[in-house]
């Protein structure tokens, strides 16, 4: 069993940049995937990154390359989603998941935070 608590979310102008967090504890890490999908109000939830633990390989969707960067720091079981340039249409709930696969499906997940608000005001 993996629990994903993300933080770091919050209010932000249009330009600005938040960094988001999830901190996973449970069963080991070492050969999981920890991706980060978003879901905006009456929209169905969406791919954002992933980042293959091991590795450090990574994918991202094209509405974000360029301004969003994932990564993770082994020590502290934590992984990141820098967002940079931030727009308004980046405004949603960010969540974070785990799973076995560095693919943006969501059914490839197994676990799943609860969620954290960005809103990026124009």
């Known amino acids: 069993q993996v629990q994903l608590v993300e933080s770091g979310g919050g209010l932000v102008q249009a330009g600005g940049s938040l960094r988001l967090s999830c901190a996973a504890s449970?069963?080991?890490?070492?050969?999981?995937?920890m991706a980060w999908f978003r879901q905006a109000p009456d929209k169905e939830r969406k791919f954002v990154s992933a980042?293959?633990?091991?590795?450090?390989?990574?994918i991202y969707a094209d509405s974000v390359k360029g301004r969003f960067t994932i990564s993770r720091d082994n020590a502290k079981n934590t992984g990141y989603l820098q967002m940079n340039s931030l727009k308004p249409e980046d405004t949603a709930v960010y969540y974070c998941?785990?799973?076995?696969?560095?693919?943006?499906?969501?059914?490839?997940?197994?676990?799943w935070g609860q969620g954290t608000q960005v809103t990026v005001s124009s």
């Open positions: 980042i293959r633990w091991s590795s450090g390989t990574s």
């Open positions: 449970g069963r080991t890490f070492s050969r999981a995937v």
């Open positions: 998941a785990a799973g076995g696969l560095l693919s943006p499906t969501a059914q490839t997940y197994n676990y």
